[in-house]
């Protein structure tokens, strides 16, 4: 017969009574859930601590997150440290790269990127993928450690073969660039396409553009188009640029005003300032949208102060001929210095401000 909730509720309470630190736990994780009896955070604290104080390794942790998250409990990031230390003495990899965190930004302890690289070396050395990432990282800033980039590829490399994309994207970057590793595409395009086949938007619009130019791979604008679309469905900004581009040049793929004006607008409504800037051409110059100069002007600003130079050149104009913006010479000139100030090889100041002689 099949036990209820109720029953395994009452079984478990009679163990825990007898001091059973598993059957302590088991009642804390039964009030957290509501089975079997009403929802109870304070409750499920209450039995967790118990068989925490017994040295429960699951109890520690739980009573860790309590205390990080205000879970029935007054929020407290030093007792959640305390107990997260208790399992990661234990030899509890989670607990572990928890305090690798907290040391690292200096949350509930005092911070400290040795103490950070030596809890994460400590889940490391257990196989644990995110802590042989992080300590990764640290080899290769320089974090608590000697800087050290050999050290770092090999890190990453063990992450990356257990399957941790954001250790493959790392490789992948570290053998385009040849730091720590000798420079080679091949190798890049090889991590890069293993993180990609495993959904990472990233390493997808990497292998985008590794496909558009022929680096390490086949150079191919359909293939890029297939990348760049699939990390682009993810929202991921530039690949959603990338891939209006194509779209605007119809390279890869029919030509198509339209769907590369609202991909520009996707990216840039996530504030991305080169996605700013083409959605305000494509306003500027009626391309897949309504013509608007006051639509244009808007996304010129918005990726003007991002520091976007070909931005801040078309906000100058605007503002000088008064287009979807009141004239002002003033801001025109100052808009022109700034993207000058670039070396933007436009941004050349137009005779109709020398003739004025706008100081700015």
């Given at each position: 017969m099949a036990q209820s909730d109720e029953d395994a509720l009452r079984c478990y309470k009679q163990a825990a009574c007898l001091g059973e630190a598993a059957a302590q736990c088991n009642v804390g994780l039964i009030f957290r859930k509501g089975r079997g009896t009403a929802q109870n955070d304070v409750e499920a604290f209450r039995w967790h601590k118990m068989a925490a104080k017994l040295g429960d390794v699951e109890a520690q942790c739980?009573?860790?997150m309590?205390?990080?998250?205000?879970?029935?409990?007054?929020?407290?990031?030093?007792?959640?440290?305390?107990?997260?230390?208790?399992?990661?003495?234990?030899?509890?990899?989670?607990?572990?790269c928890y305090m690798g965190a907290c040391s690292k930004i200096g949350c509930g302890v005092k911070q400290s990127y040795q103490e950070s690289a030596r809890w994460y070396k400590k889940a490391a050395d257990q196989g644990n993928i995110s802590a042989q990432c992080k300590l990764g990282d640290f080899f290769e800033a320089g974090h608590g450690v000697a800087q050290d980039h050999a050290v770092a590829v090999r890190w990453f490399k063990m992450a990356a073969e257990q399957g941790g994309t954001n250790a493959q994207c790392k490789?992948?970057?570290?053998?385009?660039?040849?730091?720590?590793?000798?420079?080679?595409?091949?190798q890049a395009a090889h991590w890069f396409k293993k993180a990609a086949l495993l959904g990472e938007a990233v390493a997808q619009y990497h292998m985008g553009l590794f496909c558009i130019n022929g680096c390490g791979v086949m150079q191919s604008d359909v293939e890029a188009v297939r990348w760049y679309t699939k990390a682009a469905n993810q929202g991921f900004a530039m690949a959603q640029v990338q891939l209006g581009a194509m779209f605007a040049r119809g390279r890869g793929v029919?030509?198509?005003?339209?769907?590369?004006?609202r991909l520009f607008r996707k990216a840039a409504d996530q504030g991305d300032a080169q996605a700013q800037f083409s959605i305000g051409i494509c306003f500027k110059t009626g391309r897949g949208v309504a013509q608007s100069d006051v639509e244009a002007a808007r996304y010129f600003r918005q990726a003007a102060e991002q520091g976007h130079a070909a931005a801040q050149c078309d906000l100058s104009r605007a503002?000088?001929?008064?287009?979807?913006?009141?004239q002002s010479d003033v801001e025109a000139a100052r808009w022109l210095k700034r993207a000058a100030e670039q070396g933007h090889a436009q941004a050349q100041l137009p005779w109709e401000l020398a003739s004025r002689l706008v100081a700015v």
């Open positions: 739980s009573i860790g309590c205390f990080k998250v205000g879970c029935g409990v007054v929020q407290n990031n030093v007792e959640a440290a305390r107990w997260y230390k208790m399992a990661a003495d234990q030899g509890d990899m989670e607990a572990q490789l992948g970057a570290l053998f385009a660039e040849g730091r720590g590793v000798e420079k080679s595409d091949g029919a030509l198509n005003d339209i769907e590369a004006a503002f000088l001929e008064g287009l979807g913006v009141p």
